[in-house]
């Protein structure tokens, strides 16, 4: 459900009609930063979602784009920049542990062929082991984020109910 047209305007003029992650300018759009998923899950009021402190400016890239399923702008810059390079890696290593296959196919018994398969796999599982760690504190990140919103919303509505 989309940001009504009048709260989308105060959001973005809160915001320098900036994103709030990057700076552009270009293609905003209006992020929750608690969402209607997380709102039931929470059992907050669906009410509650729409409230400004809610709500952040973000432009359609920073919006969208993910790494390995973290939203980018909950990551920190050098924490983008790490997943960057371990996601290079992680598809170079993969891309290794096909040829390894290709090049010993005949047989794939061969103590060159099981050392170096080892090797392709302790690599491939520390860098997800690191992406994990960085996963885990972006969404430690996000969780604490929400709280501090819903506080926020809690405390300012509650003289109105």
């Not at 890239?61 to 924490?79: D, I, R």
Request: glycine share 4%.
């Amino acid at each position: 459900m989309p940001v009504p047209k009048e709260l989308r305007e105060q959001i973005l003029k809160r915001d320098n009609n900036r994103c709030r992650n990057c700076g552009s300018g270009k293609d905003l759009d209006i992020h929750h930063i608690v969402t209607r998923e997380e709102a039931r899950w929470l059992k907050v009021s669906e009410d509650l979602l729409e409230h400004p402190h809610n709500l952040i400016t973000l432009c359609k890239q920073c919006h969208s784009v993910t790494f390995f399923g973290v939203p980018h702008y909950l990551l920190k810059l050098e924490e983008r920049e790490e997943l960057r390079v371990i996601r290079a890696k992680i598809q170079k290593l993969l891309l290794d542990k096909q040829n390894l296959k290709e090049e010993y196919r005949p047989n794939w018994t061969a103590l060159g062929y099981i050392e170096k398969r080892k090797k392709l796999a302790k690599s491939l599982k520390e860098c997800e082991y690191r992406r994990d760690e960085i996963k885990k504190k972006a969404s430690i990140r996000r969780e604490k984020r929400q709280k501090e919103v819903l506080d926020v919303i809690y405390s300012s509505v509650s003289g109105q109910w």
